[in-house]
């Protein structure tokens, strides 16, 4: 890439414009064709970003040709936006494809392990189909004459895609179903340390599209090297973001002046509760905390366990496959596991035993299948953070009041907002963690990371992106879905009048305080 430069200005939404300075070359990105109109850019004016002519030149030629394909695409019917999506879906679904890109995706990052990434490949993707086959999503999509509405569904545009290294396949396809399922164009910007695997997604993608007869340039890719400039222009020129990975990521999303949908930092907590089956919640704790290493962001960080319990249910944790750290095996990790404040990239999200023999601990250790670090609560504790790998903290409650405190204590430190779980037979206590604490999602006697993304036992959508509501600084407050990818224009007829008296609205706060 050439090291010749220039100021340039994007643009940015009418409300951003105050105070933003003029600089001597303006590059127009309006993109669209005079037969484009219904998928015109947004109006122009300018915030200042650095960048080379490639970069320029490739952002706006990539937003070209996604309107472009969403021209053709236009005026499909219900029946070929599904095929579309099918398409997509059978692209990483097919059990060949979706061993290559697991064995690709960990060879590439280092993260995770290949026989969880074929299940979350093929599992996600199976899921998220069958979610949308149920649902219309273009022309009328709802028609109810006794109110007079009728609702249309309508593209939202070119989606820019913020991908993460943990799921460089899962995660791209996961969103470009959705996106297709509003009959969009979806622009992918892969995290660098993944964008092989993605890149390799991304053609599997366009050639499905392809076997259908849909547009291939309804998916596409940011070129290498990924570089910020290019991210950012590319959510500066999309019609909406959808940022998955870090809470960077999310906030240079929300900050682009482009409609964004970000998620939230994960931290899960999860209590054992007194009345709990101690061997089934083990057997699932240990079954999500290690799929794929630990890469989830609904993987369980922390455990907290009633006092009448606790060492039966380190007793069956370690039947399921824990190793109980010992107070200098502790100093190991932490020693290990964080390196100038940061996590170290060696052990995250890596095998038991290589964790284990990364940080020194015992042979034993070696051939557990994740690692209890017990603690008091201590919100400047590292590990009371969220860790991405084979560590799970541990902290006794003295009763069940306690361990709702320290639920809150642990989401405030961070992840606030996306979930929390409980294994127990009282099925109040699930209820009040519902009513007190300021998460999306409350599970209850289920393996996490299978669960809160959707299940085939559950009611929530498939997703790898959950939204965190306000708590977590989120613009959604349920599992990423179909919902979030497309416009709705209301139809609206009038029909007999639906006009209360005052009395009906009024008369019980006309009882009770009268009208003066």
């Known amino acids: 890439m050439t090291a010749c430069r220039r100021m340039y200005q994007v643009l940015v939404p009418e409300k951003f414009q105050a105070g933003l300075k003029s600089v001597a070359l303006r590059v ?5 064709k005079p037969d484009q109109s219904e998928f015109m850019a947004k109006p122009a004016v300018s915030a200042v970003i ?3 002519d490639e970069e320029i030149s490739s952002v706006a030629q990539l937003i070209e040709r996604a309107r472009g394909a969403m021209h053709q695409f236009s005026g499909a019917d219900q029946a070929r936006v599904d095929e579309a999506v099918t398409a997509v879906a059978w692209s990483l679904y097919k059990p060949e494809n979706a061993k290559r890109l697991a064995e690709q995706a960990v060879d590439d990052t280092g993260i995770g392990n290949v026989a969880d990434k074929i299940i979350k490949n093929q599992r996600k993707t199976f899921g998220t189909l069958r ?3 149920r649902v219309r999503t ?3 999509i709802d028609s109810d004459s006794g109110n007079g509405m009728v609702r249309y569904g309508k593209p939202v545009g070119v989606v820019a895609a913020i991908t993460p290294s943990t799921n460089p396949a899962a995660t791209p396809v996961n969103k470009s179903m959705m996106a297709l399922k509003g009959a969009n164009a979806i622009v992918i910007a892969p995290s660098p340390a993944g964008w092989s695997s993605t890149n390799a997604t991304v053609q599997l993608m366009r050639a499905a599209l392809t076997k259908v007869g849909a547009p291939e340039d309804l998916v596409q890719i940011l070129p290498q090297p990924v570089s910020r400039n290019m991210t950012k222009l590319l959510m500066e020129q999309a019609d909406l973001i959808v940022a998955t990975g870090s809470q960077n990521n999310v906030r240079a999303a929300y900050s682009s002046g482009t409609p964004a949908i970000g998620v939230g930092a994960g931290n899960v907590p999860v209590i054992i509760d007194s009345s709990a089956d ?7 704790i240990c079954a999500s905390k290690t799929f794929d290493n630990s890469t989830s962001c609904s993987s369980e960080n922390s455990l907290v366990i009633l006092d009448d319990v606790y060492e039966d ?3 069956a944790l370690q039947g399921a496959g824990a190793y109980r750290c010992s107070q200098d095996e502790k100093n190991l990790i932490e020693d290990k596991l964080w390196v100038n404040g940061n996590l170290n990239r060696d052990l995250i999200a890596r095998d038991a035993n290589v964790f284990a023999a990364g940080v020194g601990l015992a042979d034993d250790a070696r051939q557990a299948r994740f690692f209890l670090v017990e603690e008091v609560f201590d919100a400047n504790s590292r590990f009371t953070d969220e860790k991405l790998s084979l560590v799970l903290t541990v902290y006794r409650a003295r009763d069940f009041d306690h361990a709702v405190a320290l639920v809150t204590d642990i989401l405030n430190v961070q992840g606030r907002g996306h979930s929390c779980g409980i294994h127990t037979a009282d099925q109040s206590q699930p209820v009040r963690l519902a009513e007190e604490l300021d998460v999306v999602r409350v599970l209850v006697n289920q393996a996490h990371t299978f669960g809160n993304g959707g299940s ?3 009611a929530l959508n498939f997703t790898l992106s959950m939204g965190c509501g306000t708590w977590g600084g989120n613009s959604i407050s349920e599992n990423l879905n179909y919902r979030h990818f497309i416009n709705i224009t209301h139809l609206v007829r009038a029909v007999g009048e639906d006009k209360p008296s005052e009395e009906d609205l009024f008369g019980a706060y006309f009882a009770r305080h009268g009208k003066d």
């Open 138 to 140: 273009v022309g009328i």
């Open 131 to 133: 979610d949308l086959m």
């Open 278 to 284: 101690l061997a089934d919640a083990a057997q699932k």
């Open 50 to 52: 650095d960048a080379s």
């Open 28 to 32: 127009n990105l309006r993109l669209q």
């Open 456 to 458: 085939f036992n559950n």
């Open 313 to 315: 249910a380190i007793t």
